[in-house]
């Protein structure tokens, strides 16, 4: 509790010893708090060393991510050639309803503000639940 | 085990320079890792040293199948492309580069080995050509236009070729960069010139003008232009791209105008020289042997000829304690030596 | 009055002492010189990030995205069918308008504001395949008010964002001078970041799939939040942001968290778009929904 | 006048006009559970990836995460594999250690999580152990991404294919297709018709979302048959596409359909007629 008596040299000759508050080693638990959370936030002493591909290797990273490149070029077109078929679809199915039923028609190409998709479709998971499909649904009386 | 099992590998129809000469760097470049570790790597120590990173042997090959599956796509493409067709030779060349801009042996080749790549083919004029954008090329026009060439000689530029320059006066052989100041000394020697065309070429003509447009002119109290020397109908191809000594000695008709070295006068300042290579449509006419150097008309020259720029390089000399011993070599008479003109102080 | 401009120097800048003519040299070719590149100072920062062996290098897809994949498996035909309308066509925004010239001074007067507005609005393109609304990605902004006392607790906030999101945080300082508030230019009052991509993704279905079911304060974003534009804004509390996994399993580490702002930017062009967009990644809604102003006067309501 | 139909109210007509062959179809899916199958060369990709990042990330601030003189802190320290450090007068062949807070920075650091206590032996045990679900601090288990109705091959499930969007066809008057209900008039809007007709002939028990009243597709009929251009007696049918949320489908043979499947894209190519197919392959999904 208190801190090692330390000689004070008063003048003159005689000495006496004086009580003080304990000098501890390191800085208060505040500032030691903040320390810690710079050294997390600082590159400093944790950066790893810079990446040295040998020319082989270059060559060959540069050939894997042109790989990807062409995989994923050759997938999006895919994709986007099929929503313009479904885009040109609609088209051609609204079109054709115009002239088979105005009413209809109009029901179906009502601004849909406020439309939410419902939360139970979730994101797919990388495995099933434990739950598996609700199948015991019952629809809520009104 | 090589990773490559089809058209890659294959060298029938395609030509045998799109492979590494290099055995052990081939056989790198071929296995999924690296079976005599990193061949690039000079030191034994850093190639012990050496690590790759995990995971990229399993990948590699896969990456190598998908692009050279398309490679094979892009070739069959090729083949029945319509030969009658007039934009042929543009879609067969751009075929061309899109089957083996993705060769990892190409790509290696193209980045690491950049002096002594094939330029008949197309992948290589096409990879030489980006990395003359990358630098050389924004380098030479940065200069041009900096030093005025630009407009002073000729109005502008569009280059097309890359124009490589080099003195014969010792025995480096190194390529000058746009804008240096040489010495007396080293221009005394015609220079040798390399003109690299991006585009196929087998037999063009070109024409090479080297002029000073520092020249003082007393008279009317201005500058002229000097032709240093003049260059006319030389042959160049994709595979031989030098316009030097031994080539002009072969062709004694191409230079119409002999070498005279840039002799600056002394306190004449800073004299650029600039020179313009062109491409010609056919043989040139209106360059008769032993034209007047001074006052050329280069412009005038240039629309006399119906010839385009296509490339321009830029050197700068000045007068130093060599210029005499220059002058002495071409029988020149003794420069003139400008002073200042001492202005009398007024009064207001 | 006919005014005629005529082409000549300008006579009040040779009074001025300046000259009446432009300074700029002009350039005598058209290639575009990037300065950059030919400096041989530092090599390696010319690299584009992209490239390997640049410092700035850091690969983009460690795993699969499993909400990319979402996206583009179900969510964006979706979209399409749900954003359709029959004989759509562009609605111009009202845009900044040109001087009449009826006077001398409209010339090289920066153009009139547009109709009963100040910034223009942006024309809004008829839905086709090409523009289906994306999430592009995720701005988080944490401005501490304690930290005007106490500077640290700014330094905690950046360490606590960092922690959530994994990415490169940076300072937000005061920018106003407000007496009262006790707040001048300079102090260091927060932290931001924005992410994109896989970082952007995974931290949306941290936030949806952990921490804002478990969220007691957190009803769901507003209907009334937006930009207009296709960016929702919402905050998350103090006590909300313990639930990230990160904080909760280090609790220690945590004596105080600091609530934030966060920005969902999406292509979406008017806000109600975004929203379908943003149910559809797994975020609840509430409140009345308006129909938006630009849609109110297209029809004239 | 740049005017377009931003959702105008229509007008409200109480006289409901009949109308003749026309029937409103429903593509009801089933969106993916789990997420898509990753193909060899994007697994290989993604571990290269990981292995990329995982050499160019910064060292883990142990420091911060474990405290000084913790019993975690010595738990986790003893589970490490620190490396070596370098030393005057030793020879390393594969190049001098740098050790920056006990990651050498030449590589990537790996970090070795410390097993928890009770989970020790769970290697041994695990197949017989009957699992804990209330022990929140249990190993993750996952369950298998393919199910007993794969196994099974039973297309009545919806649990088959979790990572693929299934499709509901049914048999309707001997012909494989998705279900589709005759609209009457023109008093009900489409999506509402389709809503209705999926509850009668699936159950009650049914948690359907539409994704929008715009339908996706027109397909045309002539005496059973699908044809380009539309005779003056053939049939139009609306599709309107939506999601089963939850619930089963349970079959009520009304309408001609005899029998109904959940099906992916590839099975319902060869369920169905090749120039149904073809109609509506842009609207299927790929995964």
């Known amino acids: 509790m208190f801190g090692a008596a330390r000689t004070v040299q008063k003048s003159g000759a005689n000495l006496q010893f004086v009580r003080t508050k304990r000098i501890r080693a390191g800085l208060d638990p505040v500032a030691q708090r903040v320390v810690t959370q710079l050294s997390v936030i600082s590159a400093n002493r944790k950066m790893p060393k810079m ?33 313009k078929q479904q885009y040109e679809s609609i088209k051609e199915a609204n079109e054709d309803l115009k002239h088979v039923s105005q009413k209809l028609f109009e029901a179906a190409n009502k601004l849909e503000i406020g439309k939410r998709f419902p939360l139970e479709l979730r994101v797919p998971t990388e495995y099933p639940s434990r739950s598996g499909w609700f199948y015991d649904y019952t629809p809520r009386k009104l | 085990m090589s990773v490559s099992k089809g058209v890659w590998s294959k060298f029938v129809k395609r030509s045998p320079t799109l492979a590494l000469r290099n055995k052990a760097l081939r056989t790198a470049l071929l296995s999924p890792d690296l079976p005599s570790g990193p061949v690039s790597l000079k030191s034994k120590a ?127 052989d190194r390529w000058i960069e746009p804008g240096t100041l040489l010495s007396s000394n080293v221009t005394k020697m015609p220079p040798s010139l390399e003109v690299i065309e991006f585009k196929e070429s087998t037999g063009d003509l070109y024409t090479v003008l080297m002029v000073d447009p520092d020249t003082p002119d007393l008279a009317q109290d201005s500058y002229s232009t000097t032709l240093l020397w003049g260059v006319k109908d030389v042959k160049l191809s994709n595979t031989d791209s030098m316009i030097d000594a031994k080539k002009l000695m072969q062709n004694e008709d191409c230079e119409f105008v002999e070498y005279l070295p840039p002799v600056c ?27 007047r150097r001074e006052f050329f008309k280069i412009r005038q020259f240039v629309e006399d000829n119906k010839l385009t720029p296509v490339g321009a390089h830029v050197i700068r000399t000045l007068w130093d304690r060599n210029t005499e011993n220059v002058r002495k070599m071409y029988g020149l008479p003794e420069g003139r030596v400008f002073t200042r003109e001492r202005v009398p102080y007024l009064k207001n | 009055m006919v005014f005629v401009q005529l082409r000549q120097f300008s006579n009040s800048s040779i009074a001025a002492g300046r000259p009446g003519y432009s300074l700029v040299k002009p350039v005598h070719h058209r290639v575009r010189i ?22 700035k290098y850091r690969p983009f897809l460690v795993r699969q995205d499993r909400v990319k994949e979402h996206y583009h498996n179900t969510l964006k035909s979706d979209l399409l069918l749900i954003n359709y309308q029959h004989d759509q066509k562009d609605v111009e925004g009202p845009k900044r308008r040109k001087w009449d010239m009826s006077s001398p001074y409209h010339i090289n007067r920066p153009l009139q504001k547009p109709k009963g507005q100040i910034v223009p609005s942006p024309t809004i393109r008829a839905r086709t395949w090409k523009n289906v609304p994306f999430f592009e990605g995720v701005s988080i902004n944490c401005f501490v008010e304690e930290a005007k006392a106490n500077p640290a607790a700014a330094i905690a906030a950046q360490l606590q964002i960092q922690q959530i999101t994994n990415s490169k945080v940076y300072p937000i300082y005061a920018k106003t001078n407000v007496p009262t508030w006790k707040l001048r230019p300079g102090m260091l009052m927060g932290a931001r970041t924005r992410l994109t991509g896989a970082p952007a993704h ?20 507003r209907n009334s939040a937006g930009d207009q534009y296709g960016n929702i804004a919402f905050g998350l509390s103090a006590e909300t942001v313990r639930l990230f996994p990160e904080i909760e399993h280090n609790q220690d580490s945590w004596p105080n968290t600091y609530g934030f702002w966060l920005t969902l930017h999406t292509s979406a062009q008017l806000d109600y778009e975004a929203r379908t967009l943003l149910s559809g990644l797994g975020l609840p809604f509430y409140g009345n929904e308006k129909v938006p102003l630009l849609l109110r006067q297209a029809q004239g309501l | 006048m740049s005017h377009f139909k931003w959702g105008r109210r229509c007008l409200a007509t109480n006289v409901a006009t009949p109308l003749s062959n026309v029937q409103t179809g429903v593509i009801l899916s089933r969106v993916p559970q789990v997420t898509p199958e990753v193909t060899d060369f994007e697994q290989k990709f993604y571990k290269y990836q990981d292995e990329l990042e995982r050499r160019l990330m910064w060292t883990f601030p142990r420091w911060f995460y474990f405290k ?52 020790e032996k769970q290697g041994e045990s695990s197949a017989t152990q009957v699992e804990n679900l209330d022990d929140a601090s249990r190993p993750i288990k996952p369950l298998p991404r393919v199910t007993e109705a794969d196994k099974t091959n039973n297309q009545h499930s919806l649990e088959r294919k979790l990572s693929r969007t299934l499709y509901l066809l049914v048999r309707q008057n001997n012909m494989w297709k998705f279900p589709a209900f005759p609209v009457p008039d023109d008093s009900k809007p489409l999506h509402t018709i389709a809503e209705e007709g999926l509850k009668n002939l699936g159950g009650e028990k049914l948690n359907v979302w539409t994704v929008s009243h715009t339908p996706t597709a027109l397909l045309k009929f002539s005496n059973g048959k699908l044809v380009h251009d ?39 190519q060869q369920q169905t007629d090749p120039a149904y197919f073809e109609k509506i392959d842009c609207l299927l999904s790929k995964v």
């Not at chain 2, 075929?95 to 992948?123: C, G, H, W």
């Not at chain 2, 030479?140 to 530029?157: F, G, K, S, Y």
């Open chain 1, 51 to 83: 990446l040295k591909l040998s020319k082989e290797d270059f060559v060959k990273h540069v050939t894997v991510m042109r790989a990807w490149g062409v995989v994923r070029k050759e997938k999006k077109q895919a994709e986007e050639a099929q929503l």
């Open chain 2, 46 to 172: 850093s190639k012990r040293k050496y690590q790759s990173i995990e995971g990229l042997d399993q990948i590699y090959p896969l990456a190598y199948e998908v692009l050279e599956k398309r490679s094979e796509d892009i070739y069959s493409k090729i083949e029945s492309l319509d030969k009658n067709s007039p934009t042929y030779a543009e879609q067969k060349e751009e075929l061309e580069i899109a089957a083996e801009k993705f060769n990892p042996e190409v790509v290696y080749m193209a980045e690491y080995m950049k002096n002594s790549l094939d330029r008949t083919q197309p992948v290589f004029r096409h990879y030489l050509k980006k990395t003359w954008e990358g630098y050389s090329k924004m380098l030479l026009m940065q200069r041009l236009e900096t030093l005025a060439v630009i407009p002073d000689t000729l109005p502008t530029l569009e280059p097309k070729v890359e124009v490589k320059l080099k003195f014969p006066h010792n025995n480096q």
């Open chain 2, 265 to 291: 006068e002394k306190n004449t300042g800073k004299h650029r020289i600039a020179f313009w290579v062109f491409r010609q449509d056919g043989p040139l006419e209106n360059a008769p042997k032993g034209l």
């Open chain 3, 34 to 55: 990037r300065k950059q590149l030919l400096s041989p100072r530092f090599p390696e920062l010319k690299l584009p990030p992209t490239d390997v062996r640049s410092p």
């Open chain 3, 202 to 221: 995974q931290f949306l279905s941290t936030l949806t799939e952990l921490v804002l079911p478990r969220a007691r304060d957190f009803r769901g974003i």
């Open chain 4, 68 to 119: 000084k003189g913790t019993v975690a802190e010595r738990e986790f320290s003893q589970a490490q594999k620190y490396p070596l450090p370098a030393r005057d007068g030793v020879w390393f062949p594969k190049g001098k250690p740098e050790i920056r807070h006990g990651r050498d920075r030449r590589f990537k650091e790996n970090i070795v999580l410390p097993k928890a206590e009770g989970h």
């Open chain 4, 230 to 268: 539309l005779p003056q007696d053939g049939i139009r049918e609306y599709l309107i596409r939506s999601h089963i949320i939850a619930g089963e489908f349970q079959l009520n043979k009304i309408d001609g359909c005899e029998e109904y499947k959940w099906l992916t894209r590839e099975e319902i």
